[in-house]
């Protein structure tokens, strides 16, 4: 059975930081990418962060220079260190497992509030 938990969501004031973490199982994780969304009320679910199974990182615009995505295949897990975060970075925060011509996995999503 695949899961994929995420945890350290919370509260945050502006140029605080948080570190997500998403704990994988039931799939081969070092052969898949993974990434983090987040989906703000009303809007879109939007890319944030994707690493390659090769542990190459990609970034959104708006957290290039603030967020770092990292893996650990050895945990099982991947994780987003958010750094001088901003109000608009407000949203539920999804982790995701996605191979080629396989399945894309999705955990339950944490919250991420931003406010003083």
């Known amino acids: 059975q695949v899961q994929l938990v995420e945890s350290g969501g919370g509260l945050v004031q502006p140029g605080g930081s948080l570190r997500l973490s998403c704990a994988a199982s039931?799939?081969?994780?070092?052969?898949?990418?993974m990434a983090w969304y987040r989906q703000a009320q009303g809007k879109q679910r939007e890319l944030v962060a994707l690493?390659?199974?090769?542990?190459?990182?990609n970034y959104a615009d708006s957290v290039k220079g603030r967020f770092t995505i990292s893996r650990d295949n050895a945990k099982n897990t991947v994780y987003l260190q958010m750094n001088s975060l901003k109000p608009d970075d407000t949203a539920v925060y999804y982790c995701?497992?996605?191979?080629?011509?396989?399945?894309?996995?999705w955990g339950q999503g944490t919250q991420v509030t931003v406010s003083s």
């Open positions: 039931g799939f081969i994780f070092g052969l898949y990418a």
């Open positions: 690493i390659s199974s090769r542990n190459f990182p």
């Open positions: 995701s497992a996605d191979r080629t011509n396989y399945n894309t996995y």
